[in-house]
């Protein structure tokens, strides 16, 4: 390389000498070579010569649109093209077939405006990657990302509807209010799903009710029931599953919800133990007369005569469920050691009942001449809406016992209140009642010989870690088209599970 003047240079490469620079350099490189090296002689200024050997990076061929393989890209390129475009014309054609089939149903149009979506994507998609790749063959550039289309998937939503923890909801362990809602928010964020949890559930003017044109997925509990009427189930345009967070779901209207399609589910089995036992103790409670005595040490009072009068064992009374479900049969399982008798009223024998030794009987009426406990284990239907009336309850042993963890609706209001009040009943204890939560001036509040709380029995801490899971179970079978473990179904395929029906 030889100075010939201010920034110019003599450069050889070979036997050749010309006057370079970097980039006419390169062009003058053998195209098909696949190692390249540039010699530059460099002459020093006391006549030494040195030698200086410049790799050169070999270089794309240009591409050569006369040739047959160029012929064959664009051939490849304007065949997809093609395709694409004829896709997308059936795609529209078949959408406005649709869309005039089902007279306009929003259902048509949504899919029908995807898939003229994807179509028009789709020619766009072929377009832009023919341009990118006679881009790169051009300038002989490798791995440019000229398109790319993401795949837009429909976001699923969900409702749930759960009561304000307030300093419950500190306790992470209790998980069936609006700050933890069984851990919801986490599978929604993994699963990519539009949650809204609420306690809003009355009146027209409810969040519950703000949402109902689109909620697909509503989560309620029985501890705080969100009621879907009629009404509200025919505004639900888009609800597809109803899920019970618990056992019991006549806080639906399951006709309606037969009629529409709609899936409703609960965890069933997840609070039997915890309603079983609570039963026990409201046994127990009742019969030895706890409430009152323990009144009277709040009050600084102590009369054991008040108190002791009113009190009996349990053991050698007899003990009846009506409805030999799992709470019923683990509620007699539970009292197998306390030397009592067992029987149980239904229609048909109960294998598990059976084996445990609980005697079936038949007949109503013998029944409830038979017990000193009666104890209330049947779902609210229309069957047993009002099932103890004033008569029933007249046909009952005097000063009998009547335990209601099931629903308030199956008893009637203003009969059990008299029947407390005349001695007919020795007591009435539950945890539901036929309207959630009471009014102030609900008169079973204020009747006497009750022991009535908060729909708490089927709640505690152990029985929501059962429906929390059984809840998420059911969601992650839900969207991956599976289908629910069978004795959860309340209402499938339109038709009602057999205790409702």
Not at 254 to 277: I, P
């Amino acid at each position: 390389m030889k100075r010939i003047g201010s920034g110019q240079l003599l450069v050889t490469e070979g036997d050749k000498v010309v006057v370079p620079n970097l980039i006419g350099a390169s062009r003058m490189a053998p195209p098909q070579a696949p190692h390249q090296q540039l010699l530059l002689h460099s002459i020093q200024e006391d006549g030494t010569s040195q030698v200086h050997a410049v790799p050169m990076a070999p270089r794309a061929p240009p591409l050569d649109l006369h040739s047959g393989e160029a012929l064959r890209m664009w051939k490849e390129q304007v065949k997809w093209v093609l395709l694409w475009f004829t896709l997308s014309l059936l795609t529209c054609m078949h959408s406005a077939a649709l869309i005039l089939a089902l007279q306009y149903n929003l259902i048509a149009v949504a899919f029908g405006g995807m898939f003229c979506l994807s179509g028009l994507l789709g020619i766009y998609g072929s377009c832009a990657t023919l341009a990118g790749y006679c881009l790169s063959r051009h300038f002989g550039i490798a791995g440019i990302n000229v398109f790319k289309l993401k795949v837009i998937q429909m976001t699923l939503k969900i409702v749930a509807v759960f009561p304000e923890g307030g300093e419950a909801a500190k306790n992470e362990k209790y998980v069936n209010c609006v700050e933890n809602a069984l851990g919801l928010r986490d599978w929604c964020k993994q699963n990519d799903a539009d949650l809204v949890v609420t306690s809003s559930k009355d009146g027209s003017d409810s969040e519950l009710e703000k949402h109902l044109k689109d909620v697909e997925i509503l989560i309620t509990t029985p501890f705080h029931p969100a009621y879907m009427t009629k009404e509200r189930l025919l505004k639900a345009e888009k609800l597809k599953l109803l899920m019970t967070a618990g056992v019991g779901s006549d806080h639906v209207h399951l006709q309606t919800a037969a009629d529409k399609g709609m899936t409703v589910v609960e965890v069933t089995g997840s609070n039997v133990t915890s309603v079983a036992e609570d039963e026990v103790m409201r046994i127990l409670v009742l019969m030895r007369n706890f409430l009152p005595a323990r009144d009277q040490i709040v009050s600084g009072e102590w009369n054991v005569p008040a108190v002791a009068v009113n009190s009996w064992d349990l053991m050698d009374k007899t003990v009846g469920t009506v409805g030999g479900g799992r709470i019923g049969y683990h509620m007699m399982k539970r009292l197998r050691g306390w030397d009592v008798k067992r029987v149980y009223y239904g229609r048909h024998n109960k294998p598990d009942m059976d084996k445990e030794g609980v005697e079936l009987v038949k007949d109503l009426d013998e029944f409830l001449k038979q017990c000193d406990v009666v104890s209330i284990n049947v779902p609210l239907s229309d069957k047993t809406k009002g099932m103890f009336s004033k008569e029933v309850i007249g046909k009952m042993k005097k000063g009998a016992y009547l335990i209601n963890n099931a629903r308030g609706a199956i008893v009637e209001r203003e009969a059990v209140v008299e029947a407390c009040k005349s001695g007919q009943l020795g007591g009435y204890s539950g945890d539901v009642w036929d309207e959630q939560p009471p009014s102030k001036d609900h008169p079973w509040k204020k009747m006497p010989n009750q022991a009535m709380t908060p729909h708490t029995s089927g709640t505690t801490l152990d029985a929501q870690v059962r429906y929390q899971k059984g809840i998420q179970t059911m969601l992650d079978q839900w969207i991956n088209r599976k289908p629910f473990e069978e004795d959860n179904y309340i209402v499938r395929e339109g038709k009602l599970a057999g205790q409702y029906s």
